[in-house]
């Protein structure tokens, strides 16, 4: 049963990968001349999502990888680039996107994301694959488990900013989609009665 649940889960690498994707599509949709609300909606949700990949890799990726590679320069690099990181993430939540450094705050810690992912998925995520083919799985069973405890507690931060990016029109949409399914499923099921 174990080697089946580790085949069905993904690999630990496609999981950060996955995680980097994500940070990167989000900060794709981070516009100059946004609102001020959908700047904090977009820069909240990357926010939130770097602190709980660094985390997760800080507790599960990275001790295994300092064990096996330790001559590697990305393993001792990046924590310290995680926590440069944390400190931008405190300096963005300190402020306003009206403040005349905010935009200038979010490049530079996309900046930083972006040389540290490229760091990673050039040399650490490879090295994995070839130093522990077997455990990869196990791990990125390890990495969806804490995910979700980590996750949990931010539940509620995460739709509304996931709801603020959306356009007013788009979520005109979905809330009119809502009540016609409403109005439907009333009358569908009054008819039955």
């Known amino acids: ?11 630990i690498t496609n ?20 609102s ?8 909240g949700t990357i926010c939130l ?19 096996l590679a330790a001559d590697t320069p990305v393993v001792g690099k990046s924590v310290p680039e995680h926590n440069e990181m944390r400190r931008l993430i405190a300096q963005l939540r300190a402020m306003e996107p009206t403040d005349p450094t905010y935009d200038q705050t979010f490049l530079q810690l996309m900046k930083d994301v972006m040389h540290h992912v490229a760091d990673e998925e050039t040399t650490l995520l490879p090295d994995a694959e070839r130093l522990i083919p077997d455990r ?13 405890q980590l996750m949990a ?12 990016t959306f356009p007013t029109s788009s979520m005109l949409v979905a809330a009119g989609a809502v009540l016609a399914g409403t ?3 009333k009358r569908t099921m009054s008819r039955h009665h």
């Open 153 to 164: 507690p931010h539940a509620g931060e995460m739709a509304m900013n996931t709801a603020r």
């Open 36 to 43: 001020p609300q959908t700047k904090k909606a977009l820069v």
């Open 183 to 185: 109005y439907f499923a």
């Open 136 to 148: 990869l799985g196990e791990l990125g069973m390890q990495m969806t488990k804490r995910r979700l």
């Open 49 to 67: 999502a770097l602190e709980i990949h660094a985390q997760l890799e800080e507790e599960i990726f990275y001790p295994v990888m300092g064990n």
């Open 1 to 11: 049963m174990k080697n089946l649940t580790d085949k069905l889960s993904p690999s």
């Open 15 to 34: 999981m950060i990968r996955m995680d980097h994707t994500s940070v990167l599509e989000t900060f794709h949709q981070y516009e100059m001349n946004s």
